[in-house]
């Protein structure tokens, strides 16, 4: 609410950014960015579902984790390279809307075909119990298409928001982003915990239940946003006679025609090496919280990966079919619904902590707060090993919701830290209080499988990588200057917001891929049990939090705003931490 007062209050300052778009009221706003929700829903369902899917399948524990390389290596890929399409895009329909629309598309088919790989392997010649081979090679083909799908959707929903709506309502977009965030996942992990298939009886599964009822709110949500961002093809429409032409148009009859051969590969490519390339010349404070980030998501990524077959097998002592007997499967099960109703309420005790961030920055600081949450996760993980007594349900859930703790600061402390490091970064140039401000009200952590994690504004990573700049079709000749002048100062430190938010969400990518690697293997040398990776996991966090105290805070992110002379830009940061 405190977000939403700020934003009226910035309405008469005018739109420093998208001529030609109108403000548009919060229901609308709320409508574009519904996709985002549906994105977030799928992400909760495949965190709860897709291992043990897996393993009923006949995947073994081992090779489990190289399955969820799909994640990061999506998040690395997927999001710059559909954001440098949509950039070069021109339909009817507009740049963003034809890629969402697509992707929401793949996401329901593959949420149907991993939640019907068993019965159509079934149909392809599989023995249940013997030869399940093809139903899993299509839950595999299922899985990585719906990861590339969802960050293809999540990384189009920023650049959408700037495109329909003006600059002084990108902080109330990016706070409705924050409440469908946490819609989603817990309408997500709610859905998981429920016995589906004992209220829809002509559903024989819990997995084909859950994932067709995903589908469907998710195409209501992707429908909405298509629906409420018409005003996408009105603001690139009112450019008349200044615009100059695409580099790719979206032809009548399909396909692209490009005014210069392999442009968007050559800047595709920019984009990824200008990411990798970024993170050795960070800032020093950016530079010592990427590491802590990296240490943190190996944790958080071996929960993902391992908690809810974790919970059903060494908890629950269930078995997927068909190696168990029909108790152990049952029991398996019933651990599954229990482990995700505790991601329910970690996503919410999460959600609920975070807005109190930044009181607790001015009372403990962030370095403390920092440290203290990534604290909390470890030792959680390491103590999985005494939770394998069967212990009440009651205590599962606790144990699991404590977890909202360090999940609360994973998403906001060192995104924070990147906000300001930038904020520092575009200082540096003409106009610092403009930049800053701008810098503030755009900025969102980023999700990765979390992710989720929430997805790197692509557009603003690869428009000066290329020489075609989409984006200067949006500016009228008021707006463009000569070489050196404040617009020019103003779109050079746009490209170096992306590529910096850009190279930070390697932090959380890199360790995903470590862990895919690593951990399949310490699973098969402690014999199959679960606990060693999240005790490794915890070990690994453990020493992040203890590297936070070696990281460099922005003095911004401290002390008061009555005792510092620059409490204005304070309250910028705190806003852009609360979303």
Same mark, same amino acid.
């Given at each position: 609410?405190?977000?939403?007062?700020?934003?009226?209050?910035?309405?008469?300052?005018?739109?420093?950014?998208?001529?030609?778009?109108?403000?548009?009221?919060?229901?609308?706003?709320?409508?574009?960015?519904?996709?985002?929700?549906? &994105?977030?829903?799928?992400?909760?369902?495949?965190?709860?579902?897709?291992?043990?899917?897996?393993?009923?399948?006949?995947m073994s524990k081992t090779w489990v984790g190289y399955a969820w390389l799909a994640g990061p290596i999506s998040g690395m890929v997927a999001q710059p390279v559909v954001g440098v399409w949509s950039d070069h895009c021109h339909s009817c329909l507009g740049r963003r809307?034809?890629?969402?629309?697509?992707?929401?598309?793949?996401?329901?088919?593959?949420?149907?075909?991993?939640?019907?790989?068993?019965s159509l392997g079934r149909l392809l010649g599989d023995i249940t119990g013997q030869d399940t081979s093809r139903g899993l090679t299509l839950a595999i083909v299922a899985f990585w298409i719906l990861d590339f799908s969802i960050n293809g959707v999540q990384g189009l929903m920023r650049a959408l928001l700037a495109d329909t709506t003006p600059m002084h309502q990108h902080a109330l977009g990016n706070s409705l982003f924050s409440l469908h965030n946490?819609?989603?996942?817990?309408?997500?992990?709610?859905?998981?915990?429920?016995?589906?298939?004992?209220?829809?009886?002509?559903?024989?599964?819990?997995?084909?239940?859950?994932?067709?009822?995903?589908?469907?709110?998710?195409?209501?949500? @992707?429908?909405?946003?298509?629906?409420?961002s018409q005003t996408e093809v009105a603001s690139l429409s009112v450019i008349g006679n200044r615009a100059r032409p695409p580099a790719f148009s979206c032809c009548a009859g399909g396909g692209?025609?490009?005014?210069?051969?392999?442009?968007?590969c050559c800047s595709c490519?920019?984009?990824?090496?200008?990411?990798?390339?970024?993170v050795k010349d960070m800032p020093v404070a950016m530079t010592r919280a990427f590491w802590v980030q990296f240490m943190s998501y190996f944790g958080w990524f071996c929960t993902f990966v391992y908690f809810t077959d974790w919970v059903g097998e060494s908890v629950y002592n269930g078995r997927p079919s068909p190696q168990g007997s029909q108790q152990e499967q049952d029991l398996y099960e019933e651990g599954i619904r229990v482990a995700n109703l505790g991601l329910c309420l970690m996503a919410?005790?999460?959600? @609920?902590? @975070?807005?109190?961030?930044?009181?607790?920055?001015?009372?403990?600081?962030?370095?403390?707060?920092?440290?203290?949450?990534?604290?909390?996760?470890?030792?959680?993980?390491?103590?999985?090993?005494?939770?394998?007594?069967?212990?009440?349900?009651?205590? @599962?859930?606790?144990?699991?919701?404590?977890?909202?703790?360090?999940?609360?600061?994973?998403?906001?402390?060192?995104?924070?830290?990147?906000?300001? &490091?930038?904020?520092?970064?575009?200082?540096?140039?003409?106009?610092?209080?403009?930049?800053?401000?701008?810098?503030?009200?755009?900025?969102?952590?980023?999700?990765s499988a979390v992710t989720a994690v929430e997805g790197i504004h692509a557009a603003d990573s690869d428009d000066e990588e290329s020489d075609d700049d989409p984006e200067e079709w949006l500016h009228p000749p008021t707006m463009t200057s000569a070489p050196g002048t404040v617009s020019d100062a103003r779109r050079d430190s746009s490209s170096k917001r992306g590529i910096l938010s850009a190279a930070f969400n390697m932090s959380q990518c890199w360790p995903e891929i470590l862990v895919s690697l690593l951990c399949g293997p310490i699973v098969s040398l402690f014999g199959g049990n679960l606990t060693s990776a999240l005790v490794t996991g915890g070990i690994v966090t453990l020493v992040g939090a203890a590297m936070v105290f070696y990281c460099k805070i922005p003095t911004i992110l401290q002390g008061t705003p009555?005792?510092?002379?620059?409490?204005?830009?304070?309250?910028?940061?705190?806003?852009?931490?609360s979303t």
């Open positions: 609410l405190h977000l939403c007062v700020c934003v009226r209050e910035r309405a008469s300052m005018g739109d420093a950014g998208g001529v030609g778009v109108k403000p548009l009221s919060v229901w609308r706003i709320l409508g574009v960015t519904a996709a985002f929700a549906g &994105c977030q829903m799928a992400w909760a369902v495949q965190i709860g579902f897709t291992t043990p899917e897996l393993r009923k399948l006949g809307r034809p890629f969402i629309l697509s992707c929401g598309l793949f996401i329901i088919l593959a949420l149907i075909l991993f939640s019907n790989a068993a946490g819609i989603g996942k817990g309408l997500g992990y709610l859905l998981g915990s429920l016995d589906l298939p004992a209220t829809l009886p002509f559903f024989p599964t819990q997995i084909q239940a859950l994932y067709s009822i995903s589908a469907i709110l998710i195409a209501v949500a @992707v429908t909405c946003t298509l629906l409420c692209y025609q490009s005014s210069s051969s392999g442009g968007h490519c920019s984009v990824l090496c200008s990411s990798f390339r970024a919410i005790s999460s959600s @609920v902590l @975070v807005l109190f961030h930044p009181w607790l920055f001015r009372r403990v600081g962030p370095k403390l707060l920092w440290s203290i949450s990534l604290a909390v996760l470890g030792v959680s993980l390491i103590l999985s090993i005494f939770m394998q007594s069967a212990p009440s349900k009651g205590v @599962v859930l606790l144990y699991i919701a404590l977890q909202g703790i360090p999940l609360a600061a994973t998403f906001s402390i060192p995104w924070s830290i990147v906000t300001v &490091c930038i904020a520092e970064e575009d200082a540096k140039g003409p106009e610092p209080e403009m930049e800053l401000q701008s810098l503030a009200e755009s900025a969102l952590p980023s999700q009555s005792t510092r002379p620059d409490g204005a830009r304070l309250q910028l940061v705190e806003e852009s931490s």
